[in-house]
């Protein structure tokens, strides 16, 4: 585990074999860096390749969940010098943010986001990419990208409306209004917006619960409803089927239905090393 202070992403373990992966910025208010989202890659791989991890955690540091790119990093931020040859945004984009966010949707484990202040740009679409997202009461969310002229990305495209639908995603998209985290709850954006006082234990208690529970199943849920927004009915039950085939051949499968019938509390082990495809939790 990783308690260096200055560590780019903190690390920490809770019971039950929960990884919290911590941004540390927080004099940027955890503004991304090209270095903290190669911690942050790096961070995410280390979680999906040691099999007691069972769930992840992703948190901000101080006062902020992430205020998205830091607009200031000399690689990435504009020269602001007239003439000056403009950088290639979409370069970093696909050089940096792409393989950390293929990692955070791949992940072989439930991912969570806790997010307490403010989740804005990158960091409000890192935080949505988790398969949960909690917030306190005090946090607010911001697709920031028109205020400084760009569009929503960090797969904020995609997310947005296939939470919240096509007209919720486009006045987010478009104001770049803050949206508080009861309204955020309110509109589908996130699963839970609890009292501040009550994130971490709730964060805690879920995530918990979750790395208790099946994590092949979990993982697959989360592929098969990707998979089912993009595909027609039949396709879907088709897939379903084929991800329910390899579970019930799976240890916990059998663990699950034993542990009901001799009413006790079921012990799940199975977990997958790689990310799974729809259909395929081997
Ligand atoms: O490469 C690319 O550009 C492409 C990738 C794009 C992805 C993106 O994420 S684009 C969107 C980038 N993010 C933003 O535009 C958000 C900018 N920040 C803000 O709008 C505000 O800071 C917040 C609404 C997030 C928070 O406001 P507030 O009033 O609570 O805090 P503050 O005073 O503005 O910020 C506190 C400090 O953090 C401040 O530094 P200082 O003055 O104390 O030294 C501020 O400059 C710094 N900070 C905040 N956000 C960023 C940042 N520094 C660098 N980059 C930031 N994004």
Redesign the pocket.
């Known amino acids: 585990m990783n308690s260096d202070p200055d560590a780019l992403v903190l690390q920490a373990s809770w019971a039950g074999g929960v990884r919290v992966l911590t941004l540390n910025r927080p ?3 955890n ?2 860096t090209r270095d903290m989202l190669k911690a942050l890659h790096v961070a995410l791989d280390d979680a999906a390749n040691d099999p007691s991890v069972r769930g992840v955690v992703i948190a901000g540091a101080g ?2 969940f992430c ?7 000399p690689g ?2 504009p020269d602001l010098t007239p003439g000056a040859t403009p ?1 290639d ?1 979409g370069e ?2 696909m050089g940096s ?1 792409q393989p950390m966010l293929m990692r955070l949707r791949s992940m072989p484990v439930p991912t969570l986001a806790m997010v307490h ?2 989740a ?4 409000a679409n890192v935080a949505l990419g988790c398969d949960i997202v909690v917030a306190g009461k005090s946090a607010s969310f ?1 697709q ?2 028109t ?2 002229a ?1 569009v929503p ?2 797969g904020g495209s995609w997310l947005l409306p296939r939470l919240v639908g096509r007209a919720n995603a486009l006045g987010l998209a478009m104001l770049a209004d ?1 949206l508080t985290a009861e309204d955020a709850q309110r509109m589908g954006l996130i699963w839970l917006c609890v009292e501040d006082d009550a994130l971490l234990p709730r964060v805690q208690a879920l995530a918990q619960q979750l790395a208790a529970m099946p994590t092949n199943a979990l993982v697959q849920a989360r592929a098969l409803i990707d998979h089912g927004m993009a595909v027609d009915y039949a396709s879907a039950v088709a897939a379903e089927a084929a991800a329910q085939r390899k579970l019930g051949q799976a240890g916990d499968y059998r663990e699950g239905v034993r542990a009901f019938m001799e009413k006790r509390t079921p012990v799940f082990k199975d977990r997958a090393h790689q990310p799974p495809a729809v259909g395929d939790v081997a």
């Open positions: 004099k940027a208010l503004s991304f006062r902020a205020a998205g790119q830091d607009l200031s990093d990435v931020a950088k945004i970093h984009i943010y202040g403010v804005a740009g990158a960091g911001l920031a990208f205020k400084i760009l990305d960090c803050k």
